[in-house]
């Protein structure tokens, strides 16, 4: 059994800062890759920002510049810090893991979602 629980969502105005968090807990052999998706309504769900192990980046272009992502891997947590944030940012956030539980063994997790509003 594997659990991401995500945190740090809420309320906010355009131009003002939140920060999310999630951490991976259960029989964790290792973590490959962490993201953050979002789903806004109405809308499908899209990839906001990933870190794989290395790591290395990437991000959607609608944050490139406002959103950081960033992992500590002793404590199987990613973040996403949000800065700038614009009324479109609106959505449900996803945190998502590609998590091995053997050797041999990779799945994709994810967590329950936090909303996050932002009023203009």
């Known amino acids: 059994q594997v659990h991401l629980v995500e945190s740090g969502g809420g309320f906010v105005q355009a131009g003002g800062s939140l920060r999310l968090s999630c951490a991976a807990s259960g029989s964790i052999f290792s973590i490959n890759s962490m993201g953050w998706y979002r789903q806004a309504p109405g809308k499908q769900r899209e990839l906001v920002a990933r870190i794989t192990s290395g790591p290395s980046t990437n991000y959607a272009d609608s944050v490139k510049g406002r959103f950081t992502i960033s992992r500590d891997n002793a404590k199987n947590t990613v973040w996403l810090q949000m800065n700038s944030l614009k009324p479109e940012d609106t959505a449900v956030y996803y945190c998502?893991?590609?998590?091995?539980?053997?050797?041999?063994?990779?799945?994709?997790?994810w967590g329950q979602g936090t909303q996050v509003t932002v009023s203009s």
């Open positions: 998502n893991a590609a998590i091995a539980t053997t050797r041999l063994r990779v799945d994709a997790y």
